[in-house]
């Protein structure tokens, strides 16, 4: 079965400082992962994707992920962040075998940045 | 292009009445999916379609949950009887492609007392 896990509810992080949220997946045959944000009161925004290729991949808003296919993981990452990150993040993977539209949404992760 | 539209943005209703909600997803785009979430249960995707026909309905809660395509621009979910635990933010997104990602609604908050 495909899912994705976050293990942290909740990443506190000074303004200016790096930040990562972390996330790892599993799936059956090759993944094809995604990491959106939500503010409050919106829906979720895409941020970045990675299909194939090189495996640091670059979003929006500064946002970088790099996959590990060894440790099974699609870390989020942000040299410096900024108060306006404070959202919650959510990694998801698309289902590549059988049923290819479906995706499974990790359980977010809330993430603080202080000034 | 002004996004996947939902409507109405918040709904509060009594146990026991109908529920539509509304979408109309990004034009060109092919699939449509409803999600609920809620902060039990996180996002649970309830069902989706492919070019207007009903692909994966598995993730619907009960017979009292039911989803219409009539054409590529209209989606509905609707809930008959409604009940206070199908309280949550319901989405609508949409996608063109299988590598692609989802463009979300702004949800519809609905509330039932």
């Known amino acids: 079965a495909q899912s994705v896990a976050q293990p942290e509810d909740q990443v506190n992080v000074a303004e200016g400082n790096p930040l990562t949220v972390k996330c790892t997946y599993s799936v059956s045959g090759n993944p094809y992962l995604f990491w959106y944000v939500q503010y409050p009161n919106r829906g979720l925004q895409f941020l970045l994707k990675y299909i194939t290729g090189d495996n640091l991949v670059k979003g929006s808003y500064g946002f970088e992920a790099e996959f590990n296919k060894s440790q099974t993981s699609f870390h989020l990452k942000k040299p410096s962040a900024l108060v306006s990150d404070s959202a919650l993040y959510f990694c998801?993977?698309?289902?590549?075998?059988?049923?290819?539209?479906?995706?499974?949404f990790g359980s977010g992760t809330k993430l603080n940045v202080k000034p | 292009d002004a996004g996947v539209i939902q409507s109405p943005r918040h709904e509060v209703t009594e146990m026991g009445q109908e529920v539509t909600l509304r979408c109309k997803p990004i034009?060109?785009?092919?699939?449509l999916f409803w999600y609920r979430q809620t902060m039990m249960r996180g996002l649970e995707l309830l069902i989706y379609f492919n070019n207007n026909v009903p692909i994966d309905d598995s993730g619907m809660p009960e017979d009292r949950f039911s989803a219409k395509m009539p054409n590529a621009s209209f989606s509905t979910l609707k809930i008959q009887p409604s009940e206070p635990r199908d309280s949550a933010v319901y989405f609508c997104?949409?996608?063109?492609?299988?590598?692609?990602?989802?463009?979300f609604g702004s949800g519809t908050r609905l509330t039932v007392v």
């Open positions: 034009s060109g785009h092919d699939y």
């Open positions: 997104a949409s996608s063109s492609g299988l590598s692609r990602g989802y463009t």
């Open positions: 998801a993977v698309r289902d590549s075998w059988g049923n290819f539209n479906k995706f499974y």
